[in-house]
């Protein structure tokens, strides 16, 4: 296996930390853990659209998600009013912030000598948001959003995509994500594939197992070289 020249990485919850948007849940009268049991809704329901071949828009499906969410909260919150709150939320998801561990983990990457891209089922502008005004910012080389390949993650047109963009082949590129579901797609095109496994869970049975697994983002670029040394 060739050391990886490209690094393309997952957004939204890879990067960003749901955590912090759950006072702003709690404020609108849901649950901290409705953010997750949201985010996940909004996945489920753009995987259902790309496999039938529709496009899945990430802030459109959002937006109807906690407006479902909100009025089964409250009866009495009528269609507008709920469309209201559920927009400050999205706003709240935009202003996420990263994982303690990303900045100093991008800035590792590049100082391994990778080119780093974001490769997002969401909008491009949510990780530049997200990424630059922080230290990594100067270490991003471009801010991708799968949907411009066609498909969400983990179509194998997303991945193709970014690789397009980068102009490498897929053996060169590294695919880094939360997402074990996100890694089997890149995997699938020949990507590598890099776990950032925060929280010691198992990988599922159900996939291939990823090329690097590490607990941190800070620890990826060490990984990398010693693989590689």
Do not use: C
């Not at 997002?120 to 390949?149: E, F, K, Q, W």
């Not at 997303?158 to 995997?187: C, F, I, K, T």
């Amino acid at each position: 296996m060739a050391r990886p020249t490209v690094a393309f990485l997952d957004v939204n919850d890879t990067l960003s930390d749901l955590a912090s948007v759950e006072p702003a849940f709690v404020d609108a009268g849901l649950r901290a853990e409705d953010v997750r049991i949201w985010y996940l809704s909004v996945l489920r329901d753009g995987f259902a659209l790309t496999v039938l071949g529709d496009a899945a828009d990430f802030a459109e499906l959002g937006q109807s998600q906690l407006r479902s969410m909100l009025r089964l909260a409250d009866r009495s919150r009528d269609v507008k009013s709920a469309d209201v709150v559920a927009s400050g939320l999205m706003r709240s998801f935009i202003d996420a912030a990263p994982h303690l561990d990303v900045v100093p983990g991008i800035t590792a990457l590049a100082g391994a000598g990778l080119r780093v891209y974001t490769l997002s089922n969401g909008s491009a502008d949510v990780a530049r948001r997200l990424l630059g005004s922080t230290d990594a910012g100067p270490a991003i080389t471009d801010y991708l959003a799968a949907a411009d390949g066609g498909a969400w993650k983990p179509a194998p047109a997303s991945y193709r995509h970014g690789l397009q963009v980068a102009g490498v082949d897929a053996p060169e590129a590294l695919m880094v994500a939360v997402h074990p579901w996100d890694l089997e797609g890149a995997r699938r095109v020949g990507l590598q594939t890099a776990w950032i496994n925060r929280d010691g869970a198992d990988y599922p049975d159900a996939f291939a197992s990823p090329d690097h697994t590490v607990a941190s983002f800070t620890d990826l670029g060490p990984e990398i070289d010693s693989h590689h040394s």
